[in-house]
């Protein structure tokens, strides 16, 4: 999480606003990794996630990225999933 901060900050694109590991709902024997993201730009942020747990060799197979634009105390947003057609996200 660490790499995510420092890549996001000196991108100025957000912060890391935390991570979990959680249950697949349709799924409950696997487990996802949830990340909280406070984003100024969704599509660069999400590329630049994608991009630093996939170079840093982490399973990035699982994971869900949730944002929150930044300056607005908005809820967070499922933003992008490991597979296509997931919906199910809770915080």
Do not use: H, Q
């Amino acid at each position: 999480m660490e790499c995510l901060e420092i890549s996001l900050a000196d991108a100025g694109l957000g912060y890391v606003d935390g991570f979990d590991m959680g249950k697949c709902m349709s799924d409950p024997k696997k487990y996802v990794l949830n990340i909280f993201c406070v984003v100024t730009e969704e599509e660069p942020s999400i590329a630049l996630v994608k991009r630093v747990l996939r170079d840093s060799r982490l399973d990035y197979t699982r994971i869900k990225i949730a944002t929150m634009p930044y300056g607005k105390e908005e809820t967070y947003t499922l933003k992008y999933a490991y597979k296509k057609g997931v919906t199910d996200f809770s915080l």
